[in-house]
C-alpha cells in the first residue's frame, strides 16, 4: 500500500505522454536524413553559464556536481508549482529527420520538443541518456528543445544534451546590427557589470557573447552582464558581438575598459554596522538619538513576518507603509542612516512556509523592497518551519536569486545559527543549495551564540567564523579573502538566552577581528538591550549586566571591515 501514491503518478504520467511516446516510436525517416552534428550551443554547459538556454522561474542554474562529462552540468530546481523546463531555439531545415538525446538525472526528467516528440526516464541516482528523434515540418525552420522535472519531484541534472543534424538558417547570410552603447554599470575588486543597447536582426538576435581582450568569457541572452572572477586592480577591455541563430555574428561594439577596485581577492564591496531594533517590544530607544550618541548609521529592523498566507508585515500585524515603523525608517534616513529589514526569525508566522512557491515569496519580498526602495534585505532563516526544511530552504534561496535579478544593486543577506566549529548540517546544506542554485548571496551571517553556556564567546565565535569560511571556500571555490568578504557575525549583547557572557570588552576583541579578517558584516541583538540592569538576566530591554547605555553600539560603530 505504501508505493499506491507512486504508482498513480506513473500511470497519470503514462497517460500524458502516451501520444509522444507513439510519436518517438513510429517515426518516419523522410528524404533529408540528418548529417552527425550537434547544433544546440552551450550543450554541455561548459561555458560555467545557462545561456542560450532560458529556463522557467529563474529556476535553472549551472553546477560542477554531479555532472555527466566535462565539469558542468545543468540544474533545475524544481517546486510545487514549476518544473523548471531549461529550453534552447536553434535554426534547423525543413523536412529533416533530427536526433535529439541527452544525459539526464533526477525523479521523472523529460527531453522533448516543443510540438512534437518528447520522452522520460526516472533516475535519482545515477545519469540516464534519453534519446528521441523527430522530423521538421515542410517549411520549419526553428526548433525549440527543452529538458524539465516534473513538480515537487526534487532537483533534476541534465548534461551533454545534444541535437544531430544539419545546421539550418537556409539563405540567412545576415548578421545581426552591431551592439550599441557599451558600457560598465558596476564594479568591484573581482567583477565588472556590463550593459548595451540591443542589435536588431532579420531573423533574431539569440545571444551575446561577451569578450575581454581577444578572448569570449560569457555568452547571454540579455543585454547586460557580470563578468566574475577577475584580478584587482587590473585593467580589462571588454567588447560584445550579437550572433543570431543561423550562426551569423556581429561585429564587435565599441570597447570598454574598465580597472577593477583594490582588494584581497575580490567580495562584494559591502560593509555593514547594522544592529538589531526591535519596534515590537523592548521599550525601542529613540533610533536618531542613538545614532547621535554613537555613530551608528545602519540598524537591522526586526521583523518582517506573515499577516496571513504570503502577505508581509511587521511583527505580521503592523503595516508596511503608514504606520510608526516608517516613520522611524524615515527619521533614520533624515539622519543620514539606512535600515535593512530582517525576514523570519526564530518565532512567528513566516513568509517562508506561507508563501506557495519562489515566485510567490518573490513578491512579497518586493513589496517590502518597493516599501523602502532598499538597497539590502536579510533574511533571517531559523527554527524548524524554515532552516530545518528543505523546500522552504530552496524556496528562499530561489525568490533571493528572483528579487537580486529584478532588483539591480541589491544586497542580499543570509542569518542563521551556526556550531561552535561552523555551520551544521543544515547551514552546509543551506550553502550548498545557494551555490547549486546560483543564488548569488552576498552575506552569510552566522549567530555565535546560545552554544550551550559557560562558551568561550570570543573564541567560540573566532572559531564558528572560521568554519564558515572554510565551508565557503570549498564550496565557491573562494580564496581565504574572498571568503572573509560574504561573512558577517551577529552576535548577542550581555547574556545570552543560555547565560553565555558577551562583555564589553569581549565584542571589542570580537569587532576587532572582523576588522582585521575583512568580513563584510557586523550586528547583535538589540539596540534595545544596550542598557545596564546588573544580574537582571535575560530581558527584552536591557542586557543583563553592567555597561554603559548604548556601549555595544558604540563598538558596534567602529566596524569598518
Same mark, same amino acid.
Given at each position: 500500500? +505504501?508505493?499506491?501514491?507512486?504508482?498513480?503518478?506513473?500511470?497519470?504520467?503514462?497517460?500524458?505522454?502516451?501520444?509522444?511516446?507513439?510519436?518517438? &516510436?513510429?517515426?518516419?525517416?523522410?528524404?533529408?536524413?540528418?548529417?552527425?552534428?550537434?547544433?544546440?550551443?552551450?550543450?554541455?554547459f561548459?561555458?560555467?553559464?545557462?545561456?542560450?538556454?532560458?529556463?522557467?522561474?529563474?529556476?535553472?542554474?549551472?553546477?560542477?556536481?554531479?555532472?555527466?562529462?566535462?565539469?558542468?552540468?545543468?540544474?533545475?530546481?524544481?517546486?510545487?508549482?514549476?518544473?523548471?523546463?531549461?529550453?534552447? &531555439?536553434?535554426?534547423?531545415?525543413?523536412?529533416t529527420?533530427?536526433?535529439?538525446?541527452?544525459?539526464?538525472?533526477?525523479?521523472?526528467?523529460?527531453?522533448?520538443?516543443?510540438?512534437?516528440?518528447?520522452?522520460?526516464?526516472?533516475?535519482?541516482?545515477?545519469?540516464? +541518456?534519453?534519446?528521441?528523434?523527430?522530423? &521538421?515540418?515542410?517549411?520549419?525552420?526553428?526548433?525549440?528543445?527543452?529538458?524539465?522535472g516534473?513538480?515537487?519531484?526534487?532537483t533534476?541534472?541534465?548534461?551533454?544534451?545534444?541535437?544531430?543534424?544539419?545546421?539550418?538558417?537556409?539563405?540567412? !547570410?545576415q548578421?545581426?546590427?552591431?551592439?550599441?552603447?557599451?558600457?560598465?554599470?558596476?564594479?568591484?575588486?573581482?567583477s565588472?557589470?556590463?550593459?548595451?543597447?540591443?542589435?536588431?536582426?532579420?531573423?533574431?538576435v539569440?545571444?551575446?557573447?561577451?569578450? +575581454?581582450g581577444?578572448?569570449q568569457?560569457?555568452?547571454? !541572452?540579455?543585454? !547586460?552582464?557580470?563578468?566574475?572572477?577577475?584580478?584587482?586592480?587590473?585593467?580589462?577591455?571588454?567588447?560584445?558581438?550579437?550572433?543570431?541563430a543561423?550562426?551569423?555574428?556581429?561585429?564587435?561594439?565599441?570597447?570598454?575598459?574598465?580597472?577593477?577596485?583594490?582588494?584581497g581577492?575580490?567580495?562584494?564591496?559591502?560593509?555593514?554596522?547594522?544592529?538589531?531594533?526591535?519596534?515590537?517590544?523592548?521599550?525601542?530607544?529613540?533610533?536618531?538619538s542613538?545614532?547621535?550618541? &554613537?555613530?551608528?548609521?545602519?540598524?537591522?529592523?526586526?521583523?518582517?513576518?506573515?499577516?496571513?498566507?504570503?502577505n508581509?508585515?511587521?511583527?505580521?500585524?503592523?503595516?508596511?507603509?503608514?504606520?510608526?515603523?516608517?516613520?522611524?525608517?524615515?527619521s533614520?534616513?533624515?539622519?543620514?542612516?539606512?535600515?535593512?529589514?530582517?525576514?523570519?526569525?526564530?518565532?512567528g508566522?513566516?513568509?517562508?512556509?506561507?508563501?506557495?512557491?519562489?515566485?510567490?515569496?518573490?513578491?512579497?519580498?518586493?513589496?517590502?523592497?518597493?516599501?523602502?526602495?532598499?538597497?539590502?534585505?536579510?533574511?533571517?532563516?531559523?527554527?524548524?518551519?524554515? =532552516?530545518?526544511n528543505?523546500?522552504?530552504?530552496?524556496?528562499?534561496?530561489?525568490?533571493?536569486?528572483?528579487?537580486?535579478?529584478?532588483n539591480?544593486?541589491?544586497?542580499?543577506?543570509?542569518?542563521?545559527?551556526?556550531?561552535?566549529?561552523?555551520?551544521?548540517?543544515?547551514?552546509?546544506?543551506?550553502i #550548498?543549495?545557494?551555490?547549486?542554485?546560483?543564488?548569488?548571496?552576498?552575506?552569510?551571517?552566522?549567530?555565535?551564540?546560545?552554544?550551550?553556556?559557560g562558551?568561550?564567546?570570543?573564541?567560540?565565535?573566532?572559531?564558528?567564523?572560521?568554519?564558515?569560511?572554510?565551508k565557503?571556500k570549498?564550496?565557491?571555490?573562494?580564496?581565504d579573502?574572498?571568503?572573509?568578504?560574504h561573512?558577517?557575525?551577529?552576535?548577542?549583547?550581555?547574556?545570552?538566552?543560555?547565560? #553565555?557572557?558577551?562583555?564589553?570588552?569581549?565584542?571589542?576583541?570580537?569587532?576587532?577581528?572582523?576588522?582585521?579578517?575583512?568580513?563584510?558584516?557586523?550586528? =547583535?541583538?538589540?539596540?534595545?538591550?544596550? +542598557?545596564?540592569c546588573?544580574?537582571?538576566?535575560?530581558?527584552?530591554?536591557?542586557s543583563?549586566?553592567?555597561?554603559?547605555?548604548?556601549?555595544?553600539?558604540?563598538?558596534?560603530?567602529? =566596524?569598518?571591515g
Open positions: 500500500m +505504501r508505493n499506491q501514491p507512486l504508482r498513480r503518478l506513473r500511470r497519470r504520467l503514462l497517460a500524458l505522454l502516451g501520444s509522444a511516446a507513439l510519436a518517438v &516510436t513510429g517515426a518516419v525517416v523522410l528524404p533529408g536524413t540528418a548529417h552527425a552534428a550537434n547544433v544546440l550551443s552551450n550543450a554541455g561548459e561555458s560555467g553559464g545557462l545561456s542560450p538556454w532560458s529556463c522557467t522561474g529563474n529556476l535553472g542554474s549551472v553546477v560542477s556536481s554531479p555532472v555527466h562529462g566535462g565539469s558542468k552540468a545543468l540544474a533545475g530546481a524544481v517546486s510545487s508549482s514549476d518544473i523548471a523546463q531549461c529550453s534552447q &531555439t536553434v535554426a534547423v531545415q525543413p523536412n529527420v533530427y536526433t535529439l538525446s541527452g544525459w539526464v538525472r533526477g525523479s521523472y526528467v523529460y527531453l522533448g520538443v516543443n510540438g512534437g516528440a518528447s520522452t522520460w526516464t526516472s533516475s535519482p541516482s545515477a545519469y540516464s +541518456r534519453l534519446s528521441l528523434s523527430f522530423t &521538421t515540418g515542410a517549411s520549419q525552420t526553428s526548433a525549440t528543445v527543452y529538458v524539465h516534473w513538480y515537487a519531484q526534487g533534476y541534472y541534465a548534461d551533454d544534451i545534444s541535437l544531430d543534424g544539419p545546421g539550418g538558417g537556409g539563405s540567412d !547570410s548578421a545581426p546590427t552591431v551592439p550599441g552603447s557599451l558600457r560598465s554599470t558596476g564594479k568591484t575588486s573581482s565588472v557589470s556590463l550593459a548595451w543597447n540591443a542589435s536588431t536582426d532579420n531573423v533574431g539569440t545571444a551575446y557573447d561577451i569578450y +575581454r581577444s578572448s568569457v560569457l555568452s547571454v !541572452s540579455g543585454t !547586460s552582464a557580470t563578468v566574475s572572477g577577475l584580478s584587482p586592480s587590473t585593467s580589462h577591455t571588454f567588447t560584445v558581438k550579437a550572433r543570431d543561423a550562426g551569423n555574428v556581429s561585429a564587435a561594439s565599441n570597447a570598454v575598459t574598465v580597472t577593477t577596485d583594490a582588494g581577492g575580490g567580495g562584494t564591496g559591502f560593509k555593514q554596522a547594522a544592529p538589531y531594533l526591535y519596534l515590537g517590544w523592548g521599550d525601542p530607544p529613540s533610533a536618531t542613538v545614532m547621535s550618541a &554613537t555613530g551608528i548609521k545602519w540598524f537591522t529592523m526586526a521583523f518582517i513576518l506573515s499577516s496571513g498566507g504570503c508581509p508585515a511587521w511583527d505580521g500585524q503592523r503595516p508596511l507603509t503608514g504606520g510608526n515603523d516608517q516613520s522611524v525608517i524615515n533614520i534616513r533624515s539622519a543620514g542612516g539606512d535600515i535593512v529589514p530582517s525576514i523570519g526569525g526564530w518565532s508566522n513566516k513568509l517562508g512556509p506561507n508563501c506557495s512557491s519562489a515566485q510567490a515569496l518573490a513578491g512579497a519580498y518586493q513589496k517590502v523592497i518597493d516599501a523602502y526602495g532598499l538597497k539590502a534585505i536579510d533574511v533571517d532563516i531559523e527554527n524548524t518551519d524554515e =532552516f530545518e528543505a523546500t522552504v530552504q530552496d524556496r528562499i534561496l530561489n525568490a533571493l536569486k528572483i528579487v537580486k535579478a529584478n539591480p544593486g541589491l544586497r542580499t543577506v543570509l542569518t542563521f545559527g551556526t556550531s561552535t566549529t561552523g555551520p551544521t548540517y543544515w547551514g552546509n546544506r543551506l #550548498e543549495q545557494a551555490k547549486a542554485l546560483n543564488a548569488d548571496i552576498d552575506v552569510f551571517t552566522i549567530m555565535p551564540f546560545d552554544f550551550g553556556g562558551a568561550d564567546m570570543y573564541g567560540n565565535t573566532v572559531n564558528a567564523t572560521e568554519g564558515l569560511k572554510n565557503l570549498s564550496t565557491f571555490g573562494w580564496d579573502a574572498t571568503a572573509y568578504a561573512i558577517g557575525i551577529s552576535g548577542m549583547n550581555g547574556l545570552s538566552d543560555q547565560q #553565555e557572557l558577551t562583555s564589553p570588552a569581549i565584542w571589542t576583541q570580537i569587532r576587532d577581528w572582523a576588522n582585521s579578517h575583512h568580513i563584510a558584516r557586523l550586528a =547583535f541583538w538589540s539596540v534595545n538591550r544596550d +542598557r545596564p546588573p544580574g537582571g538576566g535575560v530581558t527584552s530591554n536591557c543583563g549586566i553592567s555597561q554603559s547605555n548604548s556601549q555595544f553600539t558604540s563598538i558596534t560603530a567602529g =566596524f569598518t
